[in-house]
């Protein structure tokens, strides 16, 4: 990796790109074992859709660079009910200490691999520490349909996460297309990312194409959960 100072990037950022989402449920002692979820949150699961998503940013605040997150469901929060990630790589250490720093997400440095099969289909491969964390194939449609984040609810689409002894919430605004898709091969390395094959899957999505803002978050000084 080249050796270099890391770009500081303060929030708010706005970001572009594509991606897939795939949402999901997850037994709760799936979760509890092998979600990675923090020690502060270990307890408060509080149900829910659980969400992958592998997100290739064209444009950020941080300069490009692509990202897998895993998201169990809701936890149980002094504030309320929110979604958490409790995985995520990222291929650039500018968007980990940055994620870091401005919304207390967990992220870590990886490599991305990705291929185009043929205008359906595409693999995509995250390697952390010379194993295979995750790879996944997507089939998806060319028909797609506008979204936003402004018809939901905000606990919907508000994360919280716990880092160092502070909960950072940060309320997500986000816009764009969605198509058809589904996941038609993935295997992980269970001590770097779940199995999601021991849950259920929903449904899955191809994302043609966002327009995103993360904001400052709100920070609170406090690290205890609901109950």
Not at 25 to 41: H, I, M, N, Q
Not at 51 to 80: C, K, N
Request: a positive charge; proline letters at 6%; aromatic letters at 12%.
């Amino acid at each position: 990796m080249e050796n270099r100072e890391i770009k500081d990037a303060p929030a708010p950022w706005a970001l572009m790109g594509s991606g897939y989402i795939i949402l999901l449920r997850l037994p709760k002692g799936l979760v509890e074992t092998g979600g990675f979820v923090p020690e502060p949150l270990i307890g408060s699961f509080a149900g829910g859709f659980g969400t992958v998503m592998y997100v290739d940013y064209s444009y950020s605040d941080a300069g490009p660079y692509r990202e897998l997150l895993f998201i169990p469901g809701m936890f149980s929060f002094t504030q309320g009910r929110f979604f958490s990630i409790t995985k995520i790589f990222v291929s650039t250490m500018d968007s980990v200490v940055n994620g870091q720093k401005n919304w207390g997400i967990p992220k870590e440095l990886a490599g991305f691999e990705h291929e185009v099969k043929d205008k359906s289909t595409e693999c995509i491969r995250i390697v952390k520490d010379g194993a295979t964390a995750a790879e996944f194939t997507f089939r998806s449609s060319a028909m797609s349909l506008p979204v936003t984040t402004g018809i939901i609810p905000r606990s919907w689409h508000t994360l919280a996460h716990i880092h160092d002894e502070k909960t950072y919430l940060t309320l997500l605004m986000a816009r764009g297309f969605i198509s058809p898709a589904r996941l038609v091969d993935f295997k992980s390395t269970e001590s770097l990312f779940p199995d999601l094959t021991k849950g259920r899957i929903i449904s899955a999505f191809r994302v043609p194409r966002f327009f995103m803002v993360f904001p400052k978050a709100r920070i609170i000084q406090t690290s205890t959960t609901g109950e």
